[in-house]
């Protein structure tokens, strides 16, 4: 069984300022972990993924997110926020034991970003 | 750079009608997914396909869903008789192979009136 908790469905940050999305993962199995980001009207990019080379991994439009076995946890940063940034975010799981290997979304997180 | 596309972008029904949900995969992957998200909530997986069968389906995947690759390009995703609950964006997804992230097309927005 796997799962995906996202704390906080609301995140407010100036631009400029560093962006954290939180996510933790449940899985039996060592997991895959995702981020993707949704535009309004949109469909899902993918941001970053782990697939247990690297822990720090980059991604895509400054993002980068750290595994954390100890935590479980893989949560999404920033270092300066963008207008542009606005969107919502979707951490998930993957575990690869054969068969379909299906995604496991987070409730996701909107990002708003003010001046 | 290769994409998944879908098509209709917006499709409207009344309830009790079917409808089909066409899908086309980046040509070389093996693995395909459709997923769905009600306004304002998660993204849901509904199937798994690979190899010409169903690998794995979700509990909202019931009878009335069934999903099929026709002519080695094109995936669908029926629904034989829709439910006013059916409203919700329908992704469809590919990978290549198990070790890929998976590329999902824009979504069908389907309404169900």
């Known amino acids: 069984a796997q799962s995906v908790t996202q704390l906080g469905s609301h995140v407010s940050v100036s631009e400029g300022a560093l962006v954290l999305l939180r996510c933790n993962y449940s899985?039996?199995?060592?997991?895959?972990l995702f981020w993707y980001v949704q535009y309004p009207n949109q469909g899902l990019q993918l941001l970053l993924k782990?697939?247990?080379?690297?822990?720090l991994v980059k991604g895509i439009n400054g993002f980068e997110a750290e595994f954390k076995k100890s935590e479980t946890s893989f949560h999404l940063t920033k270092p300066s926020a963008h207008m542009s940034d606005a969107a919502e975010y979707f951490c998930?799981?993957?575990?690869?034991?054969?068969?379909?290997?299906?995604?496991?979304f987070g409730t996701g997180t909107q990002l708003k970003v003010e001046l | 750079e290769p994409e998944v596309t879908q098509t209709p972008s917006h499709q409207v029904t009344q309830m009790g009608q079917e409808v089909i949900l066409r899908c086309v995969p980046i040509?070389?992957?093996?693995?395909f997914y459709w997923y769905r998200q009600i306004l304002g909530q998660k993204v849901e997986f509904l199937v798994s396909?690979?190899?010409?069968?169903?690998?794995?389906k979700s509990e909202i995947f019931d009878d009335q869903f069934s999903v099929e690759r026709p002519d080695g390009s094109n995936f669908t995703l029926k629904i034989r008789s829709t439910k006013l609950e059916d409203s919700a964006m329908y992704f469809c997804?590919?990978?290549?192979?198990?070790?890929?992230?998976?590329?999902f097309g824009p979504g069908t927005r389907l309404t169900v009136t």
């Open positions: 782990y697939t247990s080379a690297a822990t």
């Open positions: 998930a799981v993957s575990q690869f034991t054969g068969g379909g290997n299906k995604l496991t």
């Open positions: 396909f690979y190899n010409n069968e169903i690998s794995e």
């Open positions: 899985s039996s199995v060592p997991p895959y």
């Open positions: 040509s070389n992957h093996l693995y």
């Open positions: 997804a590919s990978r290549g192979t198990l070790r890929e992230e998976q590329y």
